[in-house]
């Protein structure tokens, strides 16, 4: 690997062919590509086409059949069920084949698609590699979500099998798992031909006869099956994230620039070798826990960590410390708003000093910007360099980071350093003309995107050129808004849709406003992210009522916010909202969503010329002020 960023930077975008041509060398293939990089269908552009390889015999077998298969692969740290548990590359690589050969049993074929939903525990990773093994397509949901938003996934995505747990646990509450799956299979057009459930000891659940599956004893007679070779170019997963509607986008992955692109970041973005502790403290239902919690560590032959736990609470604010000492971590990788929840039960990080952290040399955070206390609090802290880099789901990688395997920058505060080697990041106005150093603007990537990308949406190549390609011809919009400043680093300040960050989380307004709007009593709605100490951001809706509605005001809020809780999930984490007469518009009928967000926040903000009646803002300080929010809060 180059030692030198600008070299890495240059050549990865002059010569693509060449640059990913050599990283893919270090990956198994079964055939060699045809083309690097193959632009024959633009914009759909393909990496490795031509090429045959699988992504299971990437992340396991490689290991053992290099004489590696004793090392440590994975290890689970469940302090919510008081269980640690380690495997090799062989017994998971055994566990896998066994579970590939449970799936084929079932009928489950290259292609085929499977949904997992499951809370973190090892058979979750278990289930996506054996899928993987036999060129299944999983589909992998977030535990958070109600049974709702899996049934659209489940209608979308038309899984043969989902695969299950009987609960999982937040903290100290046992969520049981089944009964949600039952009620999104009875949502769904779509049925599945089995459903597969991981009995965990603390919930038993009940299994329907012809249907359901205990994975146990399916395990117990299963043959192990072996790795199914694959095209470069077949989709490994779809992960379902936020768009700007109810219809959550199904990002595709494929397996080869996937393989390629996340092995070499192991090094380059993240400086880990084989054999190295690696800790990515995310839920596998997101981009981080495919990329950083499953795939790239074990397809770079490094031990990853699989944590069921919260960073507060179980049992407390040290439980980060004592798992970076005790499996001598390396680097992990989290979100702010994890070191936030700790800051603000420790501030003095009286825990830090009862563990010893000396292997421990870089924490990366990701999922949101990191905002620069929590940047300075965990440097003087750890006393380790703290990385803020910048991602997406539909990217699956970093697009901009301090790439600490190629060579360190200084960290700035408030940004996430410089473009990754195969990223072109440019910043434009509305006409995608390319805006001087430090202007703001939309940031925005020169096709084609590295591998490792999203090749398109599932089944919907419409929406992913409209999504992605329309607003800004040859470039991939990133719908973050954001700057460049001399020194090429790069500033991501907000987003430009109405995506809010919620604890780490990607969610939408648009779509809880969907939900609301389906309240008998609500004439109209607007939900918006506003700061949030913990979480970043947290959403926060504006009820307009039907004339007449004379119930109590209290009581319609309590079932609006069920409503959100019932239809999207606990996740969303819509507590609040507040009952407005009307909301403020412009002339032509735009509803001001940025004031009404300046007044919650508590910022200066101006009277839009083009407000069709400035009296209503005084109005939404008032109501805002009732629930916490805006300048006259209490
Ligand atoms: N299954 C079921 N429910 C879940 C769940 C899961 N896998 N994950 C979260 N939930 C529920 C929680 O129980 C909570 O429900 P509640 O309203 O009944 O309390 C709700 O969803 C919100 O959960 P969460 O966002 O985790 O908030 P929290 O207040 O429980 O914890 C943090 C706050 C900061 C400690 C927590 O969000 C955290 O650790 N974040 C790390 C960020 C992260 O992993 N980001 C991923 C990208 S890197
Ligand atoms: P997700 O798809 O859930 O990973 O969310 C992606 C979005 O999170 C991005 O488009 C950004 O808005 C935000 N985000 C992620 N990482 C960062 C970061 N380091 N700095 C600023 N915003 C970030």
Redesign the pocket.
């Known amino acids: 690997m180059s030692n030198s960023y600008k070299d890495a930077y240059e050549k990865s975008l002059n010569d693509p062919n060449s640059f990913w041509g050599s990283v893919a060398e270090d990956c198994h293939w079964y055939k060699k590509w045809d083309k690097v990089l193959d632009d024959s269908n633009k914009p759909f552009y393909r990496w490795f086409t031509g090429g045959e390889m699988n992504t299971c015999y990437n992340a396991l077998d490689i290991h053992v059949d290099k004489g590696n298969g004793d090392r440590t692969a994975l290890i689970y740290d469940s302090p919510v069920t008081d269980t640690k548990k380690t495997y090799t590359f062989k017994e998971l690589r055994d566990e896998v084949a066994k579970f590939a050969g449970v799936l084929n049993s079932m009928g489950v074929e290259k292609g085929d698609r499977v949904i997992i939903y499951m809370p973190m525990i090892p058979e979750a990773a278990i289930a996506m590699l054996g899928c993987a093994r036999i060129g299944a397509v999983h589909s992998v949901v977030f535990g958070g979500f109600a049974p709702n938003e899996l049934a659209t996934r489940i209608n979308d995505a038309k899984p043969k099998v989902i695969i299950s747990a009987s609960c999982g646990i937040e903290v100290k509450k046992k969520i049981p798992y089944k009964p949600l799956l039952d009620k999104a299979i009875d949502l769904s057009e779509s049925k599945p031909n089995a459903t597969i459930i991981f009995q965990r000891p603390m919930e038993i659940a009940s299994l329907q006869d012809g249907r359901d599956y205990d994975w146990a004893t399916l395990m117990s007679d299963a043959k192990p099956h072996g790795c199914v070779p694959v095209k470069a170019t077949d989709p490994l997963y779809i992960l379902y994230?936020?768009g700007t509607t109810g219809q959550p986008k199904g990002v595709v992955r494929d397996n080869g620039g996937h393989l390629v692109a996340l092995k070499w970041s192991m090094k380059a973005v993240y400086n880990i070798d084989e054999g190295d502790v690696w800790w990515a403290a995310s839920d596998i239902g997101?981009?981080?826990g495919h990329s950083y919690i499953v795939y790239a560590p074990l397809f770079k032959g490094a031990t990853t960590v699989m944590f069921e736990g919260k960073p507060v609470g179980t049992p407390d604010a040290g439980t980060f410390w004592r798992v970076i000492s005790e499996y001598k971590v390396k680097s992990m990788f989290t979100a702010?708003t994890a070191f936030r929840a700790i800051k603000r039960e420790d501030p003095e990080a009286k825990l830090v000093k009862n563990y010893d952290l000396s292997k421990f040399e870089i924490l990366f955070?990701?999922?949101?910007?990191?905002d620069p206390d929590t940047l300075h609090w965990s440097e003087r802290n750890l006393n380790v360099p703290v990385i803020?880099?910048?991602?997406?789901?539909?990217?699956g990688w970093a697009i901009?980071s301090n790439c600490m395997g190629i060579e360190r920058f200084p960290v700035k505060a408030g940004s996430?350093t410089k473009a990754v080697p195969g990223w072109n990041v440019q910043v434009v106005d509305a006409d995608c003309n390319v805006l001087p150093v430090g202007q703001i603007g939309a940031i925005v990537v020169k096709l084609p995107l590295p591998p490792g990308t999203l090749p398109t949406l599932w089944q919907n190549d419409d929406r992913y050129i409209k999504a992605y390609l329309e607003e800004f011809p040859s470039y991939y919009k990133?719908?973050?808004a954001?700057f460049i400043d001399e020194d090429g680093y790069i500033y991501?300040?907000?987003?430009t849709d109405d995506?809010i960050?919620v604890a780490?989380?990607?969610l939408s307004t648009g779509a809880m406003e969907e939900v609301l709007a389906n309240h008998p009593d609500v004439a109209e709605c607007a939900v918006m992210g506003v700061e949030d100490q913990l979480k970043g951001q947290v959403p926060l809706g504006f009820l307009v009522l039907n004339a007449g509605v004379t119930r109590d005001h209290a009581e319609i809020v309590k079932e609006a916010v069920q409503m959100v809780r019932d239809m999207i999930g606990p996740v969303a984490a819509f507590k609040t909202a507040t009952i407005v007469k009307r909301l403020p518009k412009t002339r032509s009928g735009k509803i001001l969503r940025g004031t009404m967000r300046s007044i919650a926040d508590k910022k200066e903000y101006k009277v839009p010329a083009t407000i069709d009646d400035p009296l209503i803002l005084e109005e939404i300080e008032e109501s805002l002020g009732k629930v916490g929010y805006g300048p006259k809060a209490n």
């Open positions: 994230t936020s997101w981009v981080v702010p955070l990701a999922g949101e910007r990191t803020d880099h910048w991602w997406q789901t539909e990217t901009a996430p990133t719908a973050d954001g991501v300040m907000s987003r995506i960050n780490g989380h990607r």
